[in-house]
């Protein structure tokens, strides 16, 4: 069965950075996107970007450029998020889910990050 | 970027009823349109692809359709756990965009 399993709630300090994951299992981590969201707290979806584990290539959305980096690990299934220059606007759950066909049909389970000094 | 329009952002609703959620999208988006639900808590949970396509363990009662520039979420008989937020999500063309969601709740 298809599963990502994110790292656990952070707590980090303004204009620090922070590195997420997502361990992939049950399907062919190389051959699918992997998308990752932002919900900041009581707030909608946003999408910032995606990764293609198989290349490593990677799409972001331009509110995100330069505050993210998606990297994936081929050898241990598993993406990663990386926010740097954390502000207070950071804070957020952020998800990864999987892309292709049907595409976003499995997520994480959330990642919370706070930042406050 | 495309915008998605959604409405209404909140719907109060009874049992039974026959509720439609919509977004319309600023441009052509073909039918790369998803559907989620999403209840406190929890990751969303995709609902409807392709725009009318019925995701994988999705209830029959849930059903998407498009018309032009505007596409439905249609809940034929709500049921108490149905009562979430929605959001739409457009894959055409990046960066992908999400609907503004509604929140459909028990009159």
């Known amino acids: 069965q298809v599963q990502l399993q994110q790292s656990g709630t952070e707590l980090v300090k303004p204009a620090s950075s922070v590195k997420i994951s997502c361990k992939a299992s049950?399907?062919?981590?190389?051959?699918?996107?992997m998308h990752w969201i932002r919900q900041q707290p009581g707030n909608g979806l946003e999408w910032i970007g995606w990764?293609?584990?198989?290349?490593?290539?990677?799409r972001y959305n331009q509110k995100f450029d330069g505050k993210t980096t998606l990297t994936a690990d081929k050898s241990s299934s598993t993406a990663y998020m990386q926010l740097s220059s954390l502000t207070s606007e950071d804070s957020a759950v952020y998800f990864c889910?999987?892309?292709?066909?049907?595409?976003?049909?499995?997520w994480g389970q959330g990642v919370m990050v706070t930042v406050s000094s | 970027d495309i915008q998605m329009t959604q409405s209404p952002s909140s719907l109060p609703a009874s049992l039974g009823d026959r509720v439609i959620i919509t977004c319309r999208a600023s441009q052509d988006i073909g039918d790369y349109l998803r559907w989620f639900q999403q209840k406190p808590g929890r990751s969303p949970r995709l609902m409807i692809y392709g725009a009318i396509n019925q995701a994988a363990g999705a209830p029959s009662r849930f059903s998407g359709s498009r018309s032009g520039p505007d596409y439905s979420l249609t809940i034929s008989s709500l049921e108490s756990e149905d009562m979430a937020d929605y959001y739409c999500?457009?894959?055409?063309?990046?960066?992908?965009?999400f609907g503004s969601g509604t929140k459909l709740e028990i009159k």
């Open positions: 049950g399907y062919t981590f190389t051959s699918n996107y």
């Open positions: 999500l457009q894959s055409k063309e990046s960066p992908f965009t």
């Open positions: 889910v999987r892309g292709g066909l049907p595409g976003f049909d499995y």
């Open positions: 990764i293609y584990p198989g290349n490593g290539n990677t």
